[in-house]
């Protein structure tokens, strides 16, 4: 069965402080995304890659960087959390052959205080 | 602004009640994407239409397109209690790069 885990479902934060989010792909994909998901808003696109070390900035990558050191793997770093930074922060990946469908991880749940 | 836009922003119906909610876009697409989330859990995917499809089925869905009014359609027939959940289109632009826009999506009750 195809997975995408993000580390940790909920997190709490303070402000200031740095915070990073792991997501990992069990499915080869070369495609790799991170959206924020906020009530009203629906998913917006903080980065995605396209290749390992490769990121292109989404539609929001202000206050966050992100971090793909080896496929499998895309980390995205808040490097100092603020509130308005409390969100969803869902992960997803796909195939770059297909132009197919986003597999997404269960969602990170972040409060910063 | 966000590519695709969904209506109504919520839905209530009963079960066995068919649920339609709509799609909205404002550029030329490579594909459209419907997907489903139920409450604090990430999204799945439902089914894709490519922009040269008018019309697809997978199950109790059915989902639509038309280009020239740049819209897509998502129908749930005979809905279930287990159906409820909020819904999203997603719109596949080429010259966007190998990235997927979602709009704001549709909460769906379904009332036993």
């Known amino acids: 069965d195809v997975k995408v885990t993000q580390s940790s479902r909920y997190l709490v934060k303070r402000t200031g402080e740095k915070v990073f989010l792991e997501c990992v792909q069990d499915?080869?994909?070369?495609?790799m995304f991170w959206y924020r998901q906020d009530p009203g808003l629906g998913l917006r696109l903080i980065y995605f890659?396209?290749?390992?070390?490769?990121?292109e900035k989404g539609d929001i990558p202000e206050g966050y960087s992100v971090s793909r050191e080896k496929k499998e793997r895309f980390s995205l770093i808040l490097e100092s959390a603020s509130t308005n930074q409390t969100s969803m922060y869902l992960c997803?990946?796909?195939?770059?052959?297909?132009?197919?469908?986003?597999?997404f991880g269960e969602g990170s749940r972040l409060t910063v205080l | 602004s966000q590519q695709g836009e969904e209506d109504p922003q919520a839905l209530s119906i009963q079960e066995g009640e068919n649920a339609t909610m709509n799609c909205s876009y404002k550029t030329s697409i490579n594909n459209l994407q419907w997907y489903r989330q139920n409450s604090g859990r990430g999204l799945v995917h439902l089914i894709l239409i490519r922009s040269n499809e008018r019309e697809k089925h997978s199950g109790r869905l059915r989902v639509t397109l038309d280009t020239s009014k740049k819209s897509s359609s998502l129908l749930i027939t005979a809905s279930r209690a287990a159906d409820t959940a909020s819904y999203f289109c997603?719109?596949?632009?080429?010259?966007?790069?190998?990235?997927?826009?979602f709009g704001g999506g549709t909460r769906v009750l379904v009332k036993p």
């Open positions: 499915m080869d994909h070369e495609n």
């Open positions: 997603a719109t596949d632009v080429r010259a966007a790069g190998n990235k997927l826009t």
């Open positions: 997803a990946s796909r195939s770059r052959v297909s132009w197919g469908e986003l597999f």
């Open positions: 890659s396209y290749d390992v070390k490769m990121k």
